[in-house]
């Protein structure tokens, strides 16, 4: 096993670069079988290995660590044979054929005769990327994506092969079907396919058809009698707790509240432990009402709280304070208004919510689907025993980032893993101008535009990345040059470089940024929380 090189991704995760994937595919088996100090997950790219830790001493130690292993190839992860039956009938059968000069038929006998080895996921839960055991069948992907691939679809894209478990946008050349179900959340493991994995493709003549269960299987719910009740949801509110660990290999992301800190904090306020479900909405105007007495703080963006009586009178409402437990009485009701400063904030109830559990997460997963829909009217949501002894805490101050002077926000980053792709050149543009944060924002990730007289960030290098893991706070660069900041809910691999990524503790920060709101990044050195010297020093 030959590594190429260490990169800092952020202050918590290192990038290490191999020659191959099968050297990135041993590396992945040894951290799996030995975990570092403060290693919470290990993502398996095409031939990057990225590795979590929960804190900047652990990153550290791995990035010291690490360039010293010398393993064996053998060691990598051999899994399993599994066998796919599939209707060739795809729309892009012809045209593949005839790129690659083939007709039909040898395409198929060609897709059909090798074994393909799972070397990564990532796009999307159980979405493995197939390596050909022969030489690649290589064909460039679509010009203009599809809007909607169905679940089931057998494809070909780049020098890979792939199932799309679920249906979604996708740019691959679409050979046939499938009803081989790729991810399940009701099996264990859910995804079908894991890296070190191979495929076996077995054409069927005929039509073969898939029968997807609902994504979340949820038990009957049972009647509430402590907690509250969603009156209406404002215009996005989900469960989020501390998100999903140990599962980059399956292809699914962390998520969790993107806002963490002030997340912790509503919850360190009504004497839970930091990790447990919250309401997160988005701008504000959550209402809901209390069955049973119950102890609540609201965290995060400025809102105005109002509780109003049993039949909402507004003769009996009062007032509660933002960052301060407070008790919501049975059947009284809690309306937070339009947020006047910030953009996420954060309801908590003693004892915290309750709910059945995707791989170990009541956490809702835009992009993935995973976890408990976002709240709808009438929604009843569970409040969980509280265990031991928690003491509600005292008023706090708030949580949100505060402008400079100038009204801009700093962030503060680390170059790389993939500066190099920009050059000296590309860090400086990045630090020495201003962005704001673009419409086009959700919690996968903020989009950022340029400030009047900026400008966008120039690769030197040509071609593409291959994917790799990605972290949360990874500022990716696009071919328009105009950075995406990934928040909770990012892909866990991704294809364009990434410039610089966010100290963690940042990434909060960058949550509660509105659109139009400007950002000026401070770089700092690497493996360390002081600005570096020279350009982007405050």
């Not at 995760?13 to 799996?32: F, H, P, Q, R």
């Not at 045209?95 to 393909?116: D, K, N, P, Q, Y």
């Not at 509780?307 to 919501?328: Q, Y």
């Not at 101050?397 to 792709?421: H, K, N």
Request: net charge neutral; glycine share 10%.
């Amino acid at each position: 096993m030959t590594i190429d090189a260490v990169h800092f991704a952020g202050t918590r995760a290192v990038l290490v670069e191999l020659s191959d994937a099968a050297s990135a595919m041993a590396l992945t088996a040894w951290l799996e079988s030995h975990p570092l100090p403060g290693q919470q997950d290990v993502q398996t790219g095409a031939r990057t290995v990225l590795l979590r830790t929960d804190c900047l001493p652990n990153a550290g130690y791995a990035y010291r660590l690490i360039p010293t292993l010398h393993l064996d190839l053998d060691r990598r992860h051999e899994g399993e044979l599994i066998t796919v039956n599939v209707s060739y009938d795809g729309p892009d059968l012809h045209a593949v054929a005839e790129l690659l000069g083939l007709s039909t038929e040898a395409l198929i006998e060609l897709h059909s005769s090798r074994r393909w080895a799972a070397a990564f996921t990532g796009f999307a839960p159980g979405f493995a990327y197939l390596q050909s055991e022969g030489p690649p069948l290589e064909v460039p992907r679509r010009s203009t994506p599809r809007t909607t691939v169905p679940a089931g679809a057998v494809a070909l894209g780049g020098k890979y092969s792939a199932i799309y478990p679920a249906a979604s946008p996708g740019g691959w050349q679409l050979l046939g079907h499938t009803d081989t179900r790729m991810w399940d959340v009701n099996r264990t493991p859910p995804a079908l396919v894991q890296p070190g994995d191979k495929v076996k493709f077995v054409p069927q003549r005929a039509a073969l058809r898939l029968s997807v269960p609902a994504a979340n299987h949820q038990p009957p719910a049972p009647q509430v009698t402590s907690g509250v009740e969603v009156i209406s949801p404002g215009p996005q509110s989900t469960i989020q707790d501390a998100g999903r660990r140990g599962v980059g290999n399956l292809g699914v992301s962390p998520s969790g509240a993107a806002d963490a800190i002030s997340a912790h904090q509503a919850n360190r306020l009504v004497g839970n432990l930091p990790g447990a479900p919250v309401i997160e909405t988005l701008a504000g105007s959550l209402r809901v009402r209390a069955i049973g007495h119950q102890v609540l703080a609201v965290s995060g963006a400025e809102v105005r709280l109002e509780i109003h009586g049993e039949a909402e009178d507004h003769t009996s409402m009062r007032t509660a304070a933002m960052n301060v437990p407070f008790i919501l009485r049975d059947k009284e009701t809690l309306s937070c208004s339009a947020a006047t400063a910030g953009l996420r904030s954060y309801l908590a109830v003693r004892g915290g919510f309750d709910g059945h559990r995707v791989l170990g997460s009541l956490s809702t997963d835009s992009l993935s689907g995973l976890g408990p829909a976002p709240l709808q009217p009438g929604e009843r949501l569970p409040t969980a025993r509280i265990r031991g002894t928690h003491p509600v805490g005292g008023a706090e101050p708030s949580t949100l980032p505060q402008p400079e002077p100038d009204g801009c926000f700093r962030l503060r980053i680390v170059a790389g893993p993939r500066d190099d792709w920009f050059g000296p050149q590309g860090l400086e543009r990045l630090v020495s101008q201003t962005w704001e944060v673009s419409a086009q924002s959700n919690r996968v990730g903020m989009r950022l535009s340029n400030a009047a007289g900026g400008r966008p960030l120039v690769r030197l290098r040509a071609g593409e990345l291959e994917s790799e893991g990605m972290v949360r706070g990874s500022l990716q660069v696009p071919p328009s040059g105009l950075p995406v900041l990934f928040l909770a809910d990012h892909p866990v691999t991704g294809g364009y470089p990434v410039i610089a990524t966010l100290v963690d503790e940042d990434v909060s920060k960058a949550a509660q940024l509105a659109p139009g709101t400007p950002i000026r990044f401070v770089l700092l050195e690497p493996g360390s929380s002081m600005p570096r010297t020279g350009g982007g020093r405050r």
